[in-house]
């Protein structure tokens, strides 16, 4: 089954703007060949900038934003939210090419996007929907819109056409786990101990979107902690964090930034970083249990 049908039944200009993240996708799948290398600039957060960043960012702003297919889009390329002429009140908030640093290893990388009404600097549970693609040996599409976790595939003839419905979080041991050991804050400590002691095994890749693709199919945990030097992590609550959270708990799972359920954050700024834990409840439930 095509992305189209099966979007079929949700309000209209979300169809649309899915549809249209969609399409770029499909570019950005082609560009990376025409696209290699860095840019000279870096972003807000002091990261250089690869090619294909800035190039899928002014994608998405002409495709989504200058098109009228949202009102507001935030950016993780862009300093501040933009604001279109546009009939709905749709607000995306988007990385645009996550885990671009491995690029230049040929790895996976991917979209990230998430989906509100009325702007965008709003908890995640108040999300109306995310998906993401990631880039990999196929490029594959995931969307949550409040009614279950879906999965498409980039065919030959250029079409999403349906892999996997209504997916649900693995149950397997696996462990993903950013920043160095030797920055870890106690509790952080205690909870990679043990996992490690229960059999845990280690799976990170470095990109944040197929790192929790793998976690979302096989189980386990994923996480970015708060660590000396930086306790509110490195990851984005808004462009990063909160749409896969919203997407791993529509599939059974949950996320936290150690402390509370991560969705019912507000943002006080569209730059603003979180702790992130993702995974299988039991995980999730673990970190947030252990004494602070
Ligand atoms: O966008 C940030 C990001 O590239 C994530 O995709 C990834 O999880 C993380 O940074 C990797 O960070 P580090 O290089 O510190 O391991
Ligand atoms: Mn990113």
């Known amino acids: ?69 949202v009102r507001y889009l935030a950016s993780e390329e862009q300093p501040e939210v933009m604001e279109f002429e546009s009939d709905t009140d749709l607000g995306i908030s988007i990385d645009p090419l996550d885990g671009s640093s491995l690029l230049s290893v040929n790895l996976t990388v991917g979209t990230i996007v998430g989906i509100q009404r009325g702007g965008v600097l709003k908890p995640g549970n108040e999300m109306v929907g995310a998906m993401y693609v990631i880039y990999g040996p196929l490029t594959v599409l995931v ?52 996992l490690e002691a229960d059999g845990y095994k280690i799976r990170f890749s470095g990109s944040f979107v197929a790192d929790v693709h793998q976690i979302l199919h096989k189980g386990g945990v994923f996480t970015y902690p708060g660590y000396r030097g930086s306790e509110r992590g490195k990851l984005r609550l808004l462009f990063e964090c909160a749409p896969m959270g919203y997407i791993v708990t529509q599939a059974g799972g949950a996320v936290s930034d150690g402390y509370v359920d991560l969705l019912t954050i507000q943002p006080q700024s569209i730059s603003e970083r979180a702790p992130v834990y993702i995974g ?6 673990l970190i947030m249990g252990l004494p602070k």
Do not use: P
Request: proline letters at 0%; zero cysteines.
């Open 1 to 69: 089954m095509h992305l189209s049908k099966h979007l079929e039944g949700y309000d209209k200009d979300i169809v649309e703007a899915v549809l249209g993240i969609a399409e770029v996708s499909k570019a950005i799948s082609r560009g990376f060949i025409t696209h290699q290398g860095k840019a000279e600039s870096d972003n807000i957060y002091g990261e250089q900038q690869a090619r294909m960043d800035v190039w899928a960012d002014g994608l998405f702003i002409k495709e989504l934003g200058e098109s009228g297919l």
């Open 143 to 194: 969307y949550a819109l409040g009614n279950g976790v879906h999965e498409f595939v980039l065919n030959a003839d250029g079409d999403f056409v349906l892999r996997r419905e209504n997916l649900t979080i693995g149950s397997e041991k696996r462990l993903g786990q950013g920043a160095a050991r030797n920055t870890y804050l106690l509790f952080h400590e205690e909870f990679i101990s043990m």
């Open 280 to 285: 299988g409840k039991r995980e999730i439930e």
